[in-house]
């Protein structure tokens, strides 16, 4: 079973959970796995159906937009992390 882990500012939708274990051989199949799991997570991390582009996706450190996109092959030891953009700064 592959790992997903998610980032603070999502985790009210895990009920405080750092990791959920999900099942799929592709990004997109984990992504689904974890929306069935956390249905609210769906409209944070989605728009109209696609990947929000505020949303960075890496299987095991490497960002999946270099490789085969949501797509991407994934293993049971992978861990897939989701990392929302930051924005803003300091002047």
Do not use: W
């Not at 956390?38 to 996706?57: K, Q």
């Not at 929302?84 to 002047?91: I, K, L, Q, Y």
Request: aromatic letters at 6%.
């Amino acid at each position: 079973m592959s790992t997903i882990r998610i980032p603070p500012v999502l985790r009210e939708n895990t009920g405080g959970s750092r990791t959920v274990g999900v099942v799929g051989t592709t990004v997109a199949e984990a992504l689904d796995d974890l929306f069935a799991k956390h249905p609210a997570l769906r409209d944070r991390v989605t728009e109209e159906g696609e990947l929000s582009r505020f949303i960075n996706v890496y299987v095991n450190d490497r960002d999946v937009r270099y490789r085969d996109g949501l797509e991407t092959a994934i293993g049971a030891d992978d861990t897939i992390i989701l990392l929302p953009a930051m924005a803003g700064g300091f002047r």
